[in-house]
């Protein structure tokens, strides 16, 4: 195969510029002749007439030659370029071989070069992008996590920031956040992708509500147990318009595709519209609350039917540990029955993260 082939390959493949090719290609070249001829002032040039690499060598003009390596003879530098004179420096091809060692070196050189172009091309294509949702395809399902493309790229979603229950299935579209994207790869990855985090849920909903994008309405706060269940607190900034109902849309219209993207997590959007006791009622929800007492800034005892308060706690304690996070308040249940001599259930931030 011609060398020119090759340089179209890569142009096609990889999208990279001919002539940038041409120079990395050289530039191995050169590296691999330094290593056997370190001295010798050399220089390499990819000649795109000829399809060949050209290794020339800077040599003086002199009248009589006493270091061949060094040194052309007027009369044999003159029929080359007839105007040049003596002890002017003039390039000639360098005719002395390199061995299989310094050709594997040029190739480790041009594959690095390349390598490094590739990388800069992704960082400038996606870079812009990072914090906003793509939509990919699952390439390949691995131990650590799944591979998507996105584009002509690779992503890598980790399997820390998928969402339990993600299935992975090759072939497959799937959306997710481009959480980062890297200089170079790290463990051979460069761009990050996250479908865990409470910023994915925000994404999610400024595309499906033209309101949250416009900022009419605001999500003030998220809290998500990926999953389970996420919590939304969104306030609007016009009067006329209902935070929560436009979030949901008419017959669940805006919230159906942002469910359905998340399998079987469950959201609660609230209105911080009342008191705090009213606002830590509507955080417990599905859970019906029966009253909330603050004890301070920072704790409130709530009392619950006793058939409310497994749905209060929710599943391994998530939906009041979001609860609490939600309203920034510590919250201790309460059964109603017996509310002076009752079982305290309280669900400290170890226990939490425990769970």
């Known amino acids: 195969m011609k060398l020119s082939q090759v340089i179209d390959e890569l142009v096609e493949e990889k999208g990279l510029d001919r002539s940038i090719l041409g120079s990395i290609i050289s530039e191995g070249m050169l590296t691999a002749y330094k290593k056997k001829y370190p001295i010798l002032p050399l220089s390499v040039n990819y000649n795109m007439k000829t ?22 003879s007027l009369r044999k530098a003159r029929a080359m370029n007839e105007d040049v004179q003596l002890d002017e420096t003039i ?3 360098f005719e002395e071989p390199i061995g299989r060692i310094e050709i594997l070196k040029a190739k480790q050189v041009i ?4 390598r490094s172009i590739e990388y800069s ?47 992975c ?15 170079e790869p790290r463990n051979e990855n460069q761009l990050i992708l996250d479908r865990a985090s409470t910023k994915f849920i925000k994404k999610l909903f400024e595309i499906e509500v033209p309101e949250i994008f416009e900022n009419l309405v605001e999500i003030k706060k998220i809290v998500r147990s990926p999953g389970y269940k996420s919590k939304l607190v969104v306030v609007s900034h016009d009067i006329n318009i209902d935070p ?30 009342g008191s705090l006791e009213e606002f830590i009622m509507d955080a417990l929800k599905p859970a019906a609350v029966n009253r909330v007492e603050l004890l301070d800034d920072t704790n409130a005892n709530v009392w ?16 009041i540990s979001l609860a609490s996070q939600l309203t920034g308040v510590q919250l201790h249940l309460v059964k109603s029955e017996v509310p002076k001599e009752s079982e305290l259930f309280e669900m400290t931030d170890e226990e939490s993260q425990d769970e």
């Open 91 to 93: 390039l000639v091809p």
């Open 111 to 114: 594959a690095h070069q390349i």
């Open 244 to 273: 929560v109902g436009t979030c949901v849309g008419v017959g669940g219209a805006r919230i159906k595709p942002i469910l359905k993207e998340l399998g079987t997590e469950k959201i609660d959007i609230i209105s911080p519209a």
């Open 169 to 183: 299935i090759v072939g497959y579209s799937i959306r997710a956040l481009l959480k980062e994207v890297l200089p």
């Open 304 to 319: 619950v039917d006793e058939d409310q308060r497994s749905i209060a706690i929710g599943k391994m304690g998530q939906n």
């Open 51 to 72: 399809d060949d690499i050209e290794v020339l060598i800077e040599k003086r003009i002199v009248q009589a030659v006493e270091e061949d390596k060094l040194e052309i």
């Open 121 to 167: 091309v992704v960082f400038d294509e996606f870079k812009e992008k990072e914090g906003t949702i793509v939509y990919g395809v699952i390439h390949k399902c691995e131990r650590h996590g799944v591979t998507v493309k996105v584009g002509d790229a690779l992503a890598f979603l980790p399997k820390s920031l998928l969402i339990p229950g993600d299935k």
